[in-house]
C-alpha cells in the first residue's frame, strides 16, 4: 500500500483513475501486510465523476498576501497540536510562521518544563518525584466558546497515549492544568462545548468532551483480557473551570473524533471500529460503523438521578450508553447513527444546523441534521438514520471537513491527496435525488497525504472563508532532504475565490494534527506576569539570601538584568535545597534564565515571574550558577557562584 | 540598562546619539543593578563618524527570492544551535523554514530520544537507568571542514551547561556521540580544525577545540573554594573522529568563543574575564581583555614529551598554558594578545589571513593577522600586540562578525540594534594612519538586539555574499503577541548589492545563538536506513515474538504500514522486558512511532531503523500499543494489543 500512495501523485488525477481506485484500491490497502484478511470493499456514485472540477492553478494574485514583510504582523492566530512532539504551538496565519510552543505533557528544557516545582505539579510525579510521564500524544485542540466564537480563556489538548487532558490559559499562554480520564485508554478527539443545553444564560464553554479510542475491560487489572464482552470505550465530560472530570458514559464500540452542537444539546463522536475488534481487520469488516450522538442534558439528569456506575478505583459516574441500554428514543442517552465504513472525522458546520462525517474507508462524506437527530430524542422521527441527509461521494480517503461560512465544505483526501470543495446545500439536493446538483465545486492537488484541514474561523459561527490550512503529512520532495526524517508539510490555501489557490509549503516538525485558526482580536494576551501570581514571589532584592532549617535550606534569589541579587551562595553537601527566584525586570521580553552545572537545573523566568526548584546538594565544589536566556550586553557575566561545601 | 535597550531603537540612530552613547552608556550599563561597583568606561574614535552611512532602506527586488513558491527548494542549508531549548536545528535558506531539529542533549519526545536504549546510550544514564540530563545550553554548532570547505561528514554543538561536546552524522542527522570535557564548567565556544598543523595531507577536520568559560578550582572538590589562585580554565581538544579528549590547555583567564585556521596552525579564544574575577563587576575592572591564540604544533609536541599534568580522576593531558609558563615566544604554547575590554566573538575571515575579535563593551573591532602571530612564535615579531592592524570603530556592543568574500566585514552591534558593513582592507589602511580610508560601507537596523551574525558559506574559503542571516535577541513587537515569552527574530538580509536589505523576518523559539550556511550540493543526506545500521535488527517479520529467559523477555517486532507482525503479545507481570522494532517499510517518508499508554513509551522508527526499549512490565492489564507517527490510511487501526497477566 506504502508503494501505491507514492505513487498515487504521480499519476494522472483524472475521475478515471479515481473511479478505478474506488472500485479496487480498497483490497490493495491490505498489500504488503502480513497475514491479513482482505476483505475488499467497493463504493461508488456516479455523481463524483459529473461534477468533479481540475485542479486550479496557482495564481499570483494571493500569493503576496501570505508573504508578510518585515515588521508586519499576523491577521490570524492558529493553535496547532504537535502529536507525538507533545506541545501545543501558536502560529501566525496566513504567515504559518511559528510564534510560540506551549509545553504541557512533555517536559522542555528550554522553560525548565518538567524541572521546576510549578510544571512537576502541573505534570504529575512519581512518589520519589521525578515525571511520570515524558512522552505523550497530542491530537486535537480547541479553545473556549461565547456566542458561537472563541471568547479567548482557555484552549484544550488531548494526550492520547496517557489518556490526558491539558488546559492552556491563553493570556499568558502556559498550560495550568492537566487532568487523567480515569478508565481511558486511546484518548483522542476533544471538544468543548458552546453553551449550555438547558441555562440560555450559560451561552459559553462549561465542558469539554473526550473521546477515548481504545476499548479495554473495566476495570483493567489483567483479569478479563480474553473476554471481549468486557471491553468497553468511554466517553468522558471534564469540567472547563475545575478541570474535574463529570462524568462518562459507557458506549459499544469505540470513540474517535469529536464535534458539540452551538446549542449545547449535542455532542457527537464518530466511530471507526463498531465491530470491537481487537485486531486491525476485524476492525474493518463492517461496511458501516457509526456516528455516536450524546444527549447532554438527559445524560446530566441521569446522573443527577443516580443511574449510574463506576468502574475500579474511579469515583466518576458512568452512565449507560449502550445500545441495549438506549432502545427507547424517548429515554435514550446516546443515538448511533450509521455512517460508511471507518469513518474518520466529525465537523460541525458553522450555520449550527450539520455534523459531516468523513468516511476513510467510503469515498464519501455523509451529512446529519442536527434537528432531526433532536427530533428522534423527542420521539418524532422514527428512524434514526432518516437524519442523514446526504451521503455523497467526494473522493478517495475523505478525512476532515473545514468550511467557508459561505456554504461550502472543504474535505481532506487523504489516498487522493487532494482538498474537494464541496457545497452542502448542492449535496443534500443531491442526496434527495436531484442529479443535476453538482455539489463538487473545485478540486485542488495538495503535497501530500492531506489529514487535518482547518480554515479561518472555521469553528465558529463567524467563518471567514479566507485562508485553509491543510496538514499533509507526507512532504517527500518539497523541501531539502535532511535524512531519513522528514518534515510535514503544512500548506496553505487561499479560498478567498472560486478558486481554491496553494500559496505555501511550511515544513512543521511532526505531527501536527488539529489546529484552529482565529482573528487576532479575539485575544487579549498579557506580556508581563503579576508578582501576586505566585505566592512565594520575592519581592525585594532585600529578602534574598540563605534561608537554613536543619538540612532544609531555601536560596532567595531575583534577577534584574544583568545580575542576581545574590553573586553567591553557599550550601552544605546533603542540604535539601528550595531555590526560589523571582525576575524583578518590567520591561516586556526581558526574560532571564537560570542553570546550575552538573545538578540537571535550567529554567526561565518571564518579567515579573516566579520560579522555584527543589534539589539535593550532593555534590561539592564550585557551580556557576548562570542566565541562559540573553538578556543583556553583560549577559555572559550574569552569574551567581555557588559552592556547595564538601 | 534594560529599559535603555528598549528605547535606543526608537531614537535617531545618527552617530551624534552614538558618539555619546560611547562616553557615557557603560556607566549606564548598571543602572537597576543592585550593589553593582559602577567602572564607567570610555572609548571612541572619531573616525566612524566620518565613514557612517545611512541605513538602507528595504527594496523590493530581492524580497521575492527569499518567499520560495510552493514547491521550490532552498539553495542553502543552515545548522543552526538552540541555545537552551537544547538541540540542533536545521533550516532550508534563504526561506528561513526549520527543516528538522536534531535531538542531542535533551530529551525528544517525537523521537523517542531519552526513551529508547540507543539514545540513552548516547546520552548518559545514571545507575539506575534515567537520563543525568534533561537540560542543556547550546550555543555553537560548526561543521567538519575539507579543502577550506565544509564536507558533509559532521557538525558539533556543545552543551555549556554541562560541559558536553556532541556530534552530529550529517548523512541521517542524528546525534550519535557525546563527549564530557573533564574538569570545564561554562563549556561555550568551538570550533574544528581545517587541517593538520603538520601533515599536509590531511586537509580536513580531525580535531574539535572547545572553550572552557567559567575558571573553577582544578580539582573542583569543594577544598579550594575560597582559593582565587586555584581557579582556572581549560581550552579542549577533542578527536573529531571518536570524540575522545585528546589534551588540555590549563589557561589564565577564561574563554569565550572560538575561531581555527585554514592552515591548522592556530586556534583561538577570545577572553573576557582576564581579571579572572568572581562576581561580574570585577570581570569588567581591566580596559583591555584578551584573545589567546594556540599552537597547536607545539601543544601536541609537548604532549608526546610528557610535559603534561592530570586533573582529578581524569586521565587527559594538561599542557600549562599560563602566562607564568609562555615567556618565551620560541617556546610558548599560547600567545596572549590584548584587545579592548570583555570582546566578544573571534572570527576568521574567509581569506585566511585574519581573525577579528568584536569589543561588547568597547565600540571597536579588532584584526589580528595570522602571518604575524605565527612570526611571534617563530621569534620574528617583538611585540605580540604588533599582530593587531586594525582596531577601528564600528558603534556599540559590537559582538559577531560575517564575511561576503568581498572583503567585507558584517559586525553586529547589541546596543544599536544594527548591522555595521565594513571593509576590512579600508579598517587596516584607517589604523595604520590614513584618515581618509572610509572603513564603514553601510549600516541597518535590526528589530532587535542582534547577537550572533552569520553569511552564505561566511566560515570558509567560498563565502559568496549573497545572505545574512542575523539573531535578534528580542522581538517585542515585531510579532502577533503570545504571552511573556517572546519569540527571538532571526532576520534575513540580502548583501548581494551595495546596500543590505533587510528581507524577512523569522520568528523562532529560543534561542539559537550561533550557525553556519552553506550550498545544499555540500550535502548528501541518506533518506533511508540500511537494516545492517542496526546489529539486533528483526530482518523478516517471521523472526517476531516473544522470547522468555527466566523473567528476562525479548519481544521482536516488525512494522509495514498499515500493521505490526505482532497484533497481540502477553507479558507477565514483573518481567524485564526489551523490546525491538525494526521498520520493514523501505519507501522514503514512512515513519512508524510506537507508543504504550501507560508505560512512557513512545519512539519512532524511520524506513529501515531498528529501535528498542526496555522496560518492568510492573502494571497488569491490556495496553494498546499503537502507532504513532501517521503513516497509511489505516494509521488509527495499526496497533499490537500488550496483555500483561497479573
Redesign the interface.
Known amino acids: 500500500?506504502?508503494?501505491e500512495?507514492?505513487n498515487l501523485r504521480n499519476e494522472n488525477s483524472g475521475m478515471g483513475r479515481r473511479r478505478f481506485i474506488n472500485t479496487a484500491a480498497l483490497a490493495g490497502?491490505s498489500v504488503?501486510?502480513?497475514g491479513?484478511n482482505d476483505k475488499p470493499a467497493a463504493q461508488s456514485s456516479p455523481a463524483a465523476a459529473a461534477s468533479a472540477a481540475a485542479p486550479a492553478a496557482?495564481g499570483s494574485h494571493a500569493?503576496a498576501s501570505v508573504?508578510?514583510?518585515?515588521?508586519e504582523?499576523?491577521t490570524y492566530?492558529g493553535l496547532w497540536s504537535?502529536?507525538?512532539?507533545?506541545d501545543m504551538r501558536?502560529l501566525?496565519m496566513p504567515s504559518g510562521?511559528?510564534?510560540?510552543?506551549i509545553p504541557c505533557?512533555?517536559?522542555?528544557?528550554?522553560?525548565?518544563w518538567?524541572?521546576t516545582n510549578e510544571s512537576k505539579q502541573v505534570m504529575g510525579t512519581k512518589p520519589d518525584g521525578?515525571l511520570?510521564?515524558?512522552?505523550?500524544?497530542t491530537h486535537h485542540t480547541h479553545a473556549s466558546y461565547k456566542d458561537g466564537n472563541y471568547d479567548g480563556r482557555y484552549a484544550w489538548i488531548n494526550d492520547?497515549?496517557?489518556?490526558r487532558l491539558a488546559r492552556v490559559r491563553l493570556?499568558?499562554?502556559?498550560c495550568d492544568k492537566i487532568t487523567d480520564l480515569p478508565n481511558v485508554?486511546?484518548f483522542h478527539g476533544i471538544f468543548p462545548d458552546k453553551a449550555d443545553p438547558v441555562d440560555p444564560a450559560i451561552n459559553y464553554t462549561t465542558r469539554v468532551f473526550c473521546g477515548g479510542?481504545?476499548a479495554?475491560?473495566l476495570p483493567?487489572?489483567?483479569?478479563d483480557?480474553?473476554k471481549p464482552e468486557k471491553?468497553h470505550s468511554l466517553f468522558t465530560c471534564v469540567d472547563a473551570e475545575s478541570m474535574e472530570v463529570r462524568w462518562q458514559v459507557l458506549i459499544d464500540g469505540n470513540c474517535?473524533l469529536v464535534a458539540s452542537s452551538y446549542d449545547g444539546k449535542l455532542a457527537a463522536t464518530n466511530q471507526?471500529?463498531t465491530e470491537n475488534g481487537?485486531?486491525?481487520e476485524d476492525?474493518?469488516s463492517a461496511e458501516r460503523d457509526a456516528c455516536l450522538f450524546f444527549n447532554i442534558a438527559r445524560i446530566e439528569e441521569a446522573v443527577k438521578a443516580g443511574k449510574f456506575k463506576t468502574y475500579g478505583s474511579s469515583k466518576v459516574p458512568v452512565v449507560d450508553g449502550t445500545h441495549e441500554g438506549n432502545k427507547d428514543p424517548n429515554t435514550a442517552l446516546v443515538a448511533y447513527v450509521s455512517v460508511p465504513k471507518?469513518p474518520?472525522g466529525v465537523n460541525a458546520s458553522p450555520d449550527a444546523k450539520y455534523f459531516i462525517c468523513a468516511g476513510?474507508?467510503s469515498p464519501t462524506a455523509t451529512v446529519i441534521e442536527l434537528a432531526k437527530v433532536l427530533d428522534w430524542f423527542d420521539g418524532k422521527l422514527e428512524k434514526l438514520d432518516d437524519s442523514i441527509v446526504a451521503e455523497v461521494e467526494l473522493g478517495l480517503?475523505p478525512l476532515h471537513t473545514a468550511f467557508d461560512g459561505r456554504g461550502n465544505a472543504y474535505t481532506t483526501l487523504?489516498?487522493d491527496s487532494q482538498v474537494v470543495k464541496w457545497n452542502v446545500d448542492a449535496a443534500i439536493k443531491f442526496h434527495a435525488g436531484d442529479k443535476n446538483a453538482k455539489y463538487v465545486v473545485d478540486r485542488i492537488d495538495v503535497?501530500y497525504?492531506p489529514?487535518h484541514i482547518n480554515g479561518t474561523q472555521s469553528e465558529t459561527r463567524f467563518a471567514d472563508g479566507k485562508y485553509i490550512a491543510v496538514g499533509c503529512?507526507?512532504?517527500?520532495d518539497?523541501?531539502?532532504?535532511?535524512?531519513?526524517?522528514?518534515?510535514e508539510n503544512e500548506?496553505i490555501i487561499d479560498i478567498s475565490g472560486d478558486k481554491m489557490v496553494?500559496?505555501?509549503?511550511?515544513?512543521v516538525?511532526?505531527?501536527p494534527?488539529d489546529f484552529v485558526i482565529f482573528k487576532?482580536d479575539l485575544?487579549k494576551?498579557?506580556?508581563?506576569?503579576e508578582l501576586d501570581d505566585s505566592p512565594i514571589a520575592i519581592k525585594d532584592?532585600k529578602e534574598s539570601g540563605v534561608f537554613r532549617n536543619g538540612k532544609k535550606v531555601t536560596v532567595k534569589l531575583t534577577s534584574?538584568?544583568?545580575?542576581f541579587?545574590l553573586?553567591?551562595f553557599t550550601l552544605k553537601?546533603g542540604d535539601e535545597v528550595t531555590l526560589i527566584l523571582t525576575n524583578l525586570?518590567k520591561?516586556?521580553?526581558?526574560?532571564h534564565?537560570f542553570?546550575?552545572?552538573?545538578y540537571?537545573?535550567?529554567f526561565?523566568v518571564?518579567?515579573q515571574?516566579t520560579k522555584s526548584v527543589t534539589f539535593i546538594a550532593d555534590q561539592?565544589?564550585?557551580?556557576?550558577a548562570?542566565c541562559?536566556?540573553?538578556?543583556?550586553?553583560?549577559h555572559?557575566?550574569?552569574?551567581s557562584?555557588m559552592?556547595?561545601?564538601?
Open positions: 500500500m506504502s508503494k500512495i507514492t490497502l504488503g501486510v502480513v491479513c496557482a500569493t508573504h508578510l514583510k518585515p515588521g504582523l499576523d492566530y504537535s502529536g507525538h512532539t507533545g501558536v501566525g510562521r511559528e510564534l510560540l510552543r505533557f512533555v517536559p522542555d528544557a528550554l522553560v525548565g518538567g524541572i521525578s511520570r510521564y515524558m512522552v505523550a500524544d492520547k497515549i496517557n489518556a493570556d499568558y499562554f502556559i485508554q486511546g479510542e481504545f479495554i475491560p483493567n487489572n489483567g483479569a483480557a480474553n471491553y474517535d471507526y471500529n481487537v485486531h486491525y476492525m474493518m471507518n474518520h476513510k474507508l480517503g487523504f489516498l503535497q497525504q489529514g503529512k507526507f512532504s517527500k518539497r523541501f531539502l532532504p535532511v535524512g531519513p526524517l522528514h518534515p500548506q496553494l500559496v505555501a509549503d511550511h515544513p516538525r511532526s505531527e494534527h487576532r485575544l494576551p498579557k506580556q508581563v506576569y532584592p534584574q538584568a544583568p545580575a541579587s553573586r553567591e553537601k525586570d520591561v516586556e521580553d526581558l526574560t534564565g542553570a546550575i552545572p552538573k540537571n537545573i535550567n526561565i518571564n518579567p515571574e561539592p565544589g564550585v557551580f556557576w548562570y541562559t536566556h540573553f538578556c543583556h550586553a553583560l555572559l557575566e550574569m552569574r557562584r559552592i556547595v561545601e564538601g
